[in-house]
């Protein structure tokens, strides 16, 4: 990963993961409200279905700005409240969700906590029905594929690469 290029590299999450070390230069277990880091020290966030999961938001995307370079990027992976499954169940894709975005409301969300949308796309598949026999069947593979073949509105995942402004 970027650390294996030279790059500090610090891996943040609300819980211990062995995984974290392999991929960071360091780890700490943080609430993302209130990342524990100075104002303008990072040049990139990644922030993996982060926003679904968080009681507020709001506040981790105004901290995301706060550490963030200007003009720092943001990639960020949120759950489509238009997939496929949440259509045709009524129920979130996940369930420690506690939101689902649409496109638009993360393209506002962003923009309304000082980002500028630089690429959007959506993407993935999750099975509605027989979800555990299927997604021990369908690995990332299929599933991309089969997402290519749903509407972009219907598919699971949004995919957001922004600008902090």
């Given at each position: 990963?970027?650390?294996?290029?030279?790059?500090?590299?610090v891996a943040l999450d609300k819980?211990?993961?062995?995984?974290?070390?392999?991929?960071?230069?360091?780890?700490?277990?943080?609430?993302?409200?209130?990342?524990?880091?100075?104002?303008?020290l990072f040049d990139l966030c990644i922030s993996l279905l982060v926003l679904t999961e968080v009681e507020d938001d709001c506040r981790v995307l105004d901290e995301i700005h706060r550490v963030l370079n200007p003009p720092g990027r943001?990639?960020?992976?949120?759950?489509?409240r238009n997939n496929l499954k949440t259509k045709l169940t009524g129920k979130l894709l996940y369930e420690v969700n506690k939101r689902e975005y649409s496109?638009?409301?993360i393209t506002r969300l962003l923009g309304e906590h000082g980002f500028e949308l630089l690429h959007l796309n959506a993407w993935g598949f999750?099975?509605?029905?027989?979800?555990?026999?299927?997604n021990?069947?369908?690995?990332?593979?299929?599933?991309?594929f089969l997402g290519s073949l749903l509407p972009e509105s219907l598919r699971s995942v949004i995919s957001v690469y922004a600008a902090r402004m």
């Open positions: 990963m970027l650390s294996n290029l030279g790059k500090e590299t819980s211990t993961f062995d995984t974290w070390s392999a991929i960071a230069s360091r780890f700490l277990v943080a609430d993302a409200e209130h990342l524990p880091f100075q104002s303008s943001l990639f960020i992976q949120v759950v489509n496109t638009e409301e999750h099975s509605p029905l027989f979800t555990r026999l299927v021990g069947v369908i690995g990332t593979r299929e599933s991309l």
